[in-house]
């Protein structure tokens, strides 16, 4: 299975929306997460079943999606939020991840 | 706290080998599968390996052609990751990561990583 992300950089205002999206080559059903990665850190989990937030993880940060289509929504995107989000499917073997958005400031 | 850490990488030559090793505490190690992660320089992350909980079922990415073994010792909380014949294209950041799933999860959380740069 392959993961491709979209778009491969978005420019976004403080305040604004994004929305990510991630393609997988065939169903994963619903096995789907999404990570958000900062410079010099390593990944932090914010969803995972597609749907789920993570614990700890604010309200504005929402998935959707199943199958082979999802999307990440970030609503009212504040400074802390400017990094680089990978999807990750954990349907099939082997596990394979997406290239990453980067989402920067417009 | 849940807490992993890597050790072990380093500065090696084309075809050497080195142990990866990741310590595991504030949790039960031993009730969790494992993973592998890679992040080669500048680029995106790539899945390397899994171990169940008991270490019975094992997978690997099929782009390692045989010359990473990974490997579990519960009663030390210890993760490892045996990386032979390393070539240009193994240089990367290595992170250990939790699976939440029983080997069909989301990884969570993950250590800081440690580097292993392949070069002459």
């Known amino acids: 299975i392959v993961m491709t992300q979209s778009p491969a950089t978005v420019s976004v205002s403080p305040g604004e929306s994004a929305t990510l999206f991630c393609r997988a080559t065939?169903?994963?059903?619903?096995?789907l997460a999404w990570y958000q990665q900062k410079p010099g850190q390593p990944p932090r989990l914010l969803i995972y079943d597609a749907t789920s937030r993570a614990t700890d993880i604010p309200a504005r940060f929402s998935g959707s999606g199943s199958g082979t289509e999802f999307t990440l929504t970030i609503s009212g995107l504040q400074s802390d939020d400017f990094a680089v989000y990978y999807c990750h499917q954990y349907n099939e073997w082997p596990r394979a991840f997406g290239q990453g958005t980067k989402v920067e400031i417009k | 706290e849940v807490q992993l850490v890597e050790s072990g990488g380093g500065l090696v030559k084309p075809g050497g080998s080195l142990r990866l090793s990741c310590g595991a505490s504030g949790f039960i190690f031993s009730s969790y599968s494992m993973n592998w992660v890679r992040q080669p320089p500048g680029k995106g992350l790539e899945w390397v390996a899994s171990?169940?909980?008991?270490?019975?079922?094992?997978q690997y990415a099929d782009s390692l052609e045989g010359r990473f073994t990974i490997s579990r010792d519960n009663a030390e909380n210890a993760l490892y990751l045996e990386v032979n014949n390393l070539r240009d294209e193994d240089t990367a950041l290595y992170y250990c990561?939790?699976?939440?799933?029983?080997?069909?999860?989301?990884?969570?959380?993950w250590g800081q990583g440690t580097q292993v740069i392949v070069s002459s």
């Open positions: 171990i169940s909980s008991t270490g019975s079922h094992i």
């Open positions: 065939e169903s994963v059903r619903s096995k």
């Open positions: 990561a939790r699976d939440l799933g029983g080997l069909r999860g989301w990884f969570d959380p």
